[in-house]
């Protein structure tokens, strides 16, 4: 059901949707970042930021239990949320967490408007920011890397994917930034301990010991844990970023939301 126009922003045209609480901090990380880019719409008052849905589906199972230890699969909860979304009025749907794009094929099945697919986004954005060949560092889940949803996106585009091998020393300093129940972001939310920050730090430098000259923060609490005042040594592309400009071309009709829905990610 389309929003009545006089509730959308002025010069809006599409209604984004955001499937968040994955983990809890996710979407308000990235609300956070589509209010930092109001200057690609000229936003001077509240008013002039766009109007976009939001589910906070925290009781959705754990993506990385499932996809490594056969836990409770999320989709079911992430089909129902994304319908949500698009019965309240959603013309595309950002999801935001990494893992959860393991589930991207089956649940787009469920909708008729788009899952913008974030490793698309990303990939697409690099390649056409840095050359063909260039070493890109991903800081992911285990399950994410076991899925290989950033692999396949960045080697569609001729990118060179730099990841630590899974139970290595980098990839568990990821991992205790991520999911440590003391000092992991996942369980401190808005305070970010130092522990998890100098983890994540650690793990980059290790991507760009081994050809990585640009670094992917490949999961949402990786995106809040290495930011810029930690880490200069290499370029950090935040996928939050990166979907954060792309809502808003969808939102003001810069782009439409028919040009994401794809039934399959690159894997």
């Keep these: 059901m389309a929003l009545p126009a006089f509730l959308l922003a002025p010069g809006q ?7 968040g609480g994955l983990g809890p901090l996710a979407h308000v990380q990235f609300e956070r970042e589509i209010l930092a880019r109001g200057e690609r719409h000229g936003a001077r008052s509240d008013r002039d930021h766009p109007v976009w849905l939001v589910a906070n589906a925290t009781s959705t199972p754990d993506r990385s239990e499932a996809l490594l230890r056969n836990g409770p699969s ?18 595309a749907i950002f999801v935001v967490c990494n893992t959860a794009h393991a589930y991207h094929a089956e649940v787009q099945r469920a909708l008729t408007i788009p899952w913008v697919h974030l490793m698309d986004i990303v990939a697409a954005w690099l390649r056409a920011s840095y050359p063909a060949g260039t070493g890109v560092g ?7 890397l076991r899925t290989r949803l950033f ?19 980098p ?16 369980a401190t939310g808005a305070r970010v301990s130092d522990e998890a920050r100098e983890h994540l730090v ?14 992917v923060p490949a999961c949402t609490e ?15 592309v935040d996928p939050l970023t990166v979907a954060a400009d792309t809502l808003l071309d969808i939102a ?16």
């Design 222 to 236: 990786v995106s809040v844990g290495l930011t810029v005042d930690v880490f200069q040594s290499a370029p950090v």
């Design 138 to 144: 991903i800081l992911a889940t285990d399950a994410t």
């Design 74 to 91: 999320p989709a079911p909860h992430l089909a129902a949320f994304t319908r949500g979304l698009e019965r309240a009025g959603a013309d």
């Design 252 to 267: 003001y009709g810069r782009r439409h939301p028919s040009e994401f829905l794809v039934s399959e990610g690159p894997c």
């Design 171 to 186: 990839q568990r300093r990821v991992l205790s930034a991520i999911f440590d129940e003391s000092i992991g972001i996942k």
């Design 13 to 19: 045209v599409f209604v984004p949707g955001i499937l």
């Design 202 to 215: 650690s793990a980059a430098r290790w991507c760009q010991a081994h050809g990585a000259t640009v670094i």
């Design 151 to 169: 692999h396949c996106a960045l080697e569609a585009h001729g990118l060179v994917p730099v990841a630590p091998d899974i139970d290595s020393e």
